[in-house]
Structure formats: structure tokens, C-alpha cells
């Protein structure tokens, strides 16, 4: 090998390792740390408390989220996991708590804190110039996206599963405003109106499989109506009051403090199918 040859492939060589340290040093730059290392999947209870308002979500064994207060009922499990992925936030800036003013930032009376298993985290104001909101983290503040005190500030129910049963419900019996669905000796549902076997089959599953598009805190209106679904091994009936059918169906429940928002299309499925 001559002299220009040897000397072509040091060059090369030099060439190719600058850029490997080029690239290398832009993706260590580019990567934000993180607000923790705690596996998402290690966390097993989530306690959040807004203004005098608190909320604690539990997960199941079989991995699903149970909202446990202010009242016992399925949680959005897609939500929950939005949440979740709070602990390992991008962190845009870190500061200690000497370093911060704590009544400016929000952080010195927090009116917002999360609990994730053992994780405590407050939630400040947000940085009007940056668009990032501070955190309190032990001794350390830190600044992430606006993303997650949204859903820690509404009303527990943006929490709550948008089905209208619970999934392991079993329908006994349908009280509704134009007719009683129930089952026969033999197992057979039957309605005390002349209707199919297949439209009856239906509304059933539409009840069973039924969401909302939306569940929010009860407000209370005009009563339009009610109805009753009976469950297996429930001693007392679920029942949704009928407080609105223009632009959409409101179904509320206002002994637990909610209301579920569903398209109109649901009002033939679930409250009058003939």
C-alpha cells in the first residue's frame, strides 16, 4: 500500500469517528432527563388531592383501576395510564428548593399533589414564559410539559370508566320508560311489549356494552324519565335519571355525583327500543 493510500484511510477513519462523536454528543443532548426511573408497572395505588377534594384510584389484580373515593366505581384505565407517565416526565429544568421562590412558583402552599405509591409530587404555577409548570420532587424543583395537571384538576369524574356498567355486570332485568325486559323460567328474555327477540338481545348488550362520550359532575335538571337495570347478586337496581336528550342523552346518577354524556343515537338503544 503506498503513502496516499495509507494516508486516504486514515483520514477516513479520522473522518468516520468525528461523526460518531458528533452524533453520539447530539443524541446525549438532545435527551431530556427524566422525573424519575420508577417503573410505570410497579405502581399499584394513586391518592390525588385538588383544593379540599381527594381521589384514590386502586389497581386490581387483574389490572384494571378501581376508583375507590369519593366513590367505588371502575376507573378510565386509558386516563389512569396518561397519569401514570407522569413519573417519568421529561424534565426541562431542575433547581433546588434554595434556589426557587417557592410562594412564586406555586410550591410553597400546593394546592395540587399526586401520590404514587410512596412518590409524592406537587404541582406549582406555570412558568408564563416557558409554558412549563414547576414541580416539587423531595428537595428538587423542576419544570415539565402542561400536560398532566389538566386531568389531576377536573372533577374525579374525567377519571371514571365511560362505560355505563360496570364490566362483570350481569343484567337480571330492564326497567325502561316503554317497556320490562326480563328473563323466563327457561332463561329467555322476554319484554311485556310486542318487540323481536333480536331487538331485545340487543338493547341488552347495548347496556352492557354501552359508553358515554363523556362523564362529568351532575347537574342537576329537568327529570325526563328513569330507569332501572337489575344486576346479578345486587340486591338494589342501577338507576339513571334522564335529565337531557337535546343535542345529546344525559344519563345522570346523582346519588354518586356524576352524569354520562352519550350521542342521541343511544336514546332509542337504551331508553325506548321498540
Not at 100 to 120: H, K, S
Not at 210 to 231: K, N, P
Not at 240 to 258: H, K, N, S
Request: include cysteine; charged fraction near 20%.
Amino acid at each position: 500500500m503506498n503513502k496516499n493510500n495509507i494516508l486516504n484511510l486514515v483520514l477516513f477513519i479520522v473522518v468516520i469517528c468525528l461523526a460518531s462523536v458528533i452524533y453520539f454528543s447530539e443524541e446525549i443532548s438532545t435527551e431530556l432527563d427524566r422525573l424519575s426511573t420508577i417503573d410505570i408497572a410497579e405502581i399499584s395505588s394513586i391518592e390525588i388531592r385538588h383544593n379540599s377534594n381527594t381521589t384514590t384510584i386502586e389497581k386490581q389484580a387483574d389490572g384494571h383501576w378501581q376508583i375507590t373515593r369519593p366513590v367505588n366505581i371502575a376507573a378510565n384505565d386509558f386516563r389512569i395510564k396518561s397519569v401514570l407517565e407522569l413519573v417519568n416526565a421529561p424534565v426541562h429544568s431542575t433547581y433546588s428548593v434554595n434556589e426557587i421562590d417557592l410562594a412564586r412558583t406555586g410550591l410553597e402552599q400546593p394546592v395540587t399533589r399526586i401520590r404514587l405509591n410512596e412518590l409524592d409530587i406537587a404541582f406549582g404555577n406555570v412558568n408564563p414564559a416557558t409554558e412549563l409548570r414547576y414541580l416539587r420532587l423531595g428537595d428538587s424543583i423542576y419544570t415539565i410539559e402542561d400536560v398532566y395537571y389538566p386531568l389531576l384538576s377536573s372533577h374525579f369524574g374525567t377519571l371514571v370508566s365511560l362505560n355505563l356498567l360496570a364490566k362483570d355486570s350481569r343484567i337480571e332485568k330492564l326497567i325502561l320508560l316503554n317497556q320490562t325486559i326480563s328473563q323466563d323460567e327457561k332463561g329467555f328474555w322476554q319484554s311485556n311489549i310486542a318487540i323481536s327477540a333480536d331487538r331485545i338481545n340487543e338493547t341488552i348488550d347495548h347496556w352492557q356494552h354501552g359508553q358515554a362520550f363523556g362523564v362529568h359532575s351532575y347537574l342537576e335538571r329537568e327529570q325526563l324519565g328513569e330507569v332501572f337495570i337489575y344486576l346479578q347478586d345486587k340486591p338494589q337496581p342501577v338507576s339513571f335519571l334522564i335529565t337531557d336528550t337535546d343535542p345529546w342523552l344525559v344519563l345522570a346518577r346523582p346519588e354518586i355525583g356524576l352524569e354520562y354524556h352519550l350521542d342521541i343515537e343511544a336514546y332509542n338503544n337504551l331508553i325506548i327500543p321498540q
